[in-house]
Each structure stands twice: as C-alpha cells, then as structure tokens.
C-alpha cells in the first residue's frame, strides 16, 4: 500500500550521469520554481556515486544538491522493500545502455506508477499510458511535467500501479524469465 502523506518521487540507481541523475535534479528543480515546496512533495535518490567510473557523479554536486533543499540523498541502501513503500513514483530517466532495469520491474511488482525514458530497456519495463509515463532522454521539462501529473493526480497514481503489478506479474515473473532463458539456452545447444 502506498504511505501516507507528501509524495515520494523516487530515483534509484548507480549515481552515474547517463542515468539522468542531473536530469532529475533538473525537474525537482523546475517544480520548485513551479511552486511546490518540500511540503508538496518530496525528490529522493538512492543510490552512491561510483568512484571507478568516469561517468560518476562527484559527491562535491551531490551535497550541492542537498544543500539547496532540490533531492534528498539517502545512500547505498539494502531494504529497497521498504525504500519502494515510501515512494508513491519511481522515476529511471536514463539513456545509459540499459538492459531492462531491475528497478523498473521491482517498481511495477511494488504497484508504483513509473516515469521513465523512451529508451531502450527503460520503454521495455512499462506499457506506456497505462503502467507509467515515457519522456524523451535528456530532457528535464518533459521529466518534470510528467511527474507532476503524477503528483497532482493521486487517482492515476493507484490506476498505474495496479496495472504495473498486473504487468509484474504476468511479464516478469520468475518463472517465466526462467523458461525464456532456457528456451535460448536450448536454441543455442540445438545450433551449435
């Protein structure tokens, strides 16, 4: 069930620069200026920067971030049951080279409404419109106005949510990935 109280906008992810962190940023931003306030909703991002990748965000513009009230920054965090309780969107504005990304699939199972790229990997986990809403990569207005739709239509929220576990379950259960691996692992062994 969804928590009560201000609207968690959630991004999680590795805190690389592809996968639209500053993007997202960008939109808590715009909605600020739009007039909503930490008291109208709430921009959260888990996950830490990777100091090994060059495409690493420094923490030097993390706590920039924070500084200016724009995200909260909760970290590497271990129980994502309960970071996806207390979101009421999740949101992947990636163009990284995604495959199909956990966190989308993990949000469908957990009735979340999405918010993600028309990017490969990303389009894959939802049904556009009906589990979550598709943006256009690199661009923070359309990132920002999707959200607050989201925000201001508490209705479509639950809608997509329900739908998106309905979708879980029938797309991205684990018996089915299984059985879909197997079938290339077999394709794969009658070909060689």
Same mark, same amino acid.
């Given at each position: ?7 968690v906008?959630?991004l999680?992810?590795?805190l690389l ?6 993007e997202f940023v ?7 200026q739009r007039?909503?306030s ?11 920067? @990777? *100091?090994?990748n060059?495409?690493?965000?420094? %923490? $030097?513009?993390?706590?920039?971030w924070?500084?200016?009230?724009l995200?909260?920054l909760w970290?590497?965090?271990?129980d994502m049951?309960q970071?996806?309780?207390?979101a009421h969107v ?5 163009y ?6 956990k966190v989308l ?6 009735g979340?409404?999405?918010v993600?790229?028309?990017?490969p990997?990303?389009?894959?986990a939802?049904?556009p ?6 943006v256009p990569?690199k661009?923070?207005l359309a990132?920002? @106005? *999707?959200i607050?739709y989201l925000?201001?239509? %508490? $209705? ?5 949510g329900a739908s998106?576990?309905?979708?879980a379950?029938?797309?991205?259960a684990i018996e089915k ?6 079938k ?6 009658d070909e060689?």
């Open positions: 069930p969804f928590s009560t109280g201000v609207p906008i959630l999680a992810a590795r620069v592809d996968k639209g962190i500053r960008q939109s808590a931003q715009i909605l600020r007039g909503l930490a008291q109208d909703v709430r921009f959260v991002v888990v996950g830490e920067p @990777d *100091a090994a060059p495409a690493s965000l420094h %923490p $030097d513009e993390l706590a920039k924070e500084e200016k009230n995200v909260e970290g590497h965090r271990t049951p970071i996806m309780k207390a999740v949101t992947l504005p990636s990284y080279g995604e495959g199909l990304p699939i993990e949000a469908a199972a957990c979340r409404a999405v993600t790229t028309d990017h990997g990303c389009r894959d939802i049904e419109n009906r589990t979550g809403l598709l990569i661009n923070a990132l920002a @106005d *999707a607050d925000i201001k239509n %508490p $209705d479509v929220r639950k809608i997509m998106g576990r309905a979708l379950e029938k797309e991205f990935i299984v059985t879909e691996h197997m290339i692992y077999r394709k794969l062994l060689g």
